[in-house]
């Protein structure tokens, strides 16, 4: 069973960026569809971006040309570049894998405050 471990998470105010990693022990993300998924207070959790093996990407809408996903496989660690932030995007973030694939346990996650 797989270990994922995501950080990069802060506070940061309307229109700045972060870039969130994950990283991987146990499994190797090159083999799945690797996905960004984020839950904000009292929401269900929503996948926001995915990436497959063959690095084809796709994203929810309200986040699409803002972020971005990206794999390192030969870190075993996928990335989110968030830019342009809304306070809407403030959640806590988790990757794991996406469909078609079943995910692993959660991992504690990585807090995103988008605030001025």
């Known amino acids: 069973q797989g270990h994922l471990v995501e950080s990069g998470g802060g506070l940061v105010q309307p229109g700045g960026s972060l870039r969130l990693s994950c990283v991987a022990s146990?499994?190797?993300?090159?083999?799945?569809?690797m996905g960004w998924y984020r839950q904000a207070p009292g929401k269900p959790r929503e996948l926001v971006a995915t990436?497959?093996?063959?690095?084809?990407?796709n994203y929810e809408e309200s986040v699409r040309a803002r972020f971005t996903i990206s794999r390192d496989d030969a870190k075993n660690t996928v990335y989110l570049q968030m830019n342009n932030l809304k306070a809407e995007d403030t959640a806590v973030y988790y990757c794991?894998?996406?469909?078609?694939?079943?995910?692993?346990?959660w991992g504690q996650g990585t807090q995103v405050t988008v605030s001025s």
């Open positions: 146990g499994t190797i993300d090159k083999f799945y569809t």
């Open positions: 794991n894998r996406a469909y078609p694939y079943s995910t692993l346990t």
């Open positions: 990436m497959t093996i063959r690095n084809n990407t």
